[in-house]
């Protein structure tokens, strides 16, 4: 089954604790991209990928890092949560060019406290 | 800059009766342009796109959009409302800038169909 996978799907951590949030892919999407959804903000880009090694800033990177080591994986890194990152983040994937749509995973619902 | 705007927050319609959620675009050159569906506690879901061509497309669950070039705008309809369909949407743009492609999502709009 085409599918995108994220994990963990709920975390709550405490300020300045380095995580990972996991994003895999098995479509062989060249494009993949994290977005954090917030009330009344949508979903608001934060970083994407356009294939291996070759990543760049969304909208809103900062606090946020990347990597594209492999194809198929793309973690997103917050090397020091503060409150204000609290949100819902989404990884999502495509096959590259500006008509394809995007496959979306379940969600990280993330809290920093 | 490209932007996507959806104008109402929540659009409330009973069952059976027609629906349209709202998009309007800003965009340099063709646009690109997709409707997403998030139902609660999951990701998006593709449910129609545009690229050129005929102005009326057709998606998932009996959905289709109407693309209105002079009014920028795309949106989103569907004959019968049904209960399920209550959830909340996304319209996007899609276009390149410096040799990448730039999606850029609206607020969504909640849909609640009303039995």
């Known amino acids: 089954e085409a599918q995108v996978t994220q994990n963990p799907r709920y975390l709550i951590t405490v300020t300045g604790k380095k995580l990972t949030v996991t994003c895999s892919q098995n479509?062989?999407?060249?494009?993949m991209s994290w977005y954090r959804q917030d009330p009344g903000l949508g979903l608001r880009q934060i970083y994407y990928?356009?294939?291996?090694?070759?990543?760049d800033k969304g909208d809103v990177p900062e606090g946020y890092k990347v990597s594209r080591k492999e194809k198929r994986n793309f973690p997103l890194i917050l090397e020091s949560p503060s409150p204000n990152q609290t949100s819902l983040y989404f990884c999502a994937s495509s096959y590259r060019g500006m008509n394809t749509e995007a496959f979306f995973g379940q969600g990280t619902r993330l809290t920093v406290v | 800059a490209q932007s996507v705007a959806q104008p109402e927050d929540q659009v409330n319609v009973a069952e059976g009766n027609p629906l349209t959620v709202k998009c309007t675009y800003s965009v340099s050159g063709n646009p690109y342009l997709f409707w997403y569906v998030q139902y609660p506690n999951r990701g998006l879901q593709f449910l129609l796109k545009?690229?050129?061509?005929?102005?009326l497309v057709k998606g998932s669950y009996g959905f289709e959009a109407e693309f209105n070039k002079s009014q920028t705008s795309f949106h989103l309809k569907k004959p019968s409302a049904l209960v399920s369909d209550s959830a909340l949407y996304f319209c996007a743009v899609s276009s390149l800038r410096g040799g990448y492609q730039k999606v850029t999502f609206g607020i969504g709009t909640k849909l609640q169909v009303i039995p």
């Open positions: 990928s356009m294939n291996v090694e070759v990543t």
């Open positions: 545009y690229i050129t061509g005929d102005n």
């Open positions: 479509m062989n999407h060249e494009y």
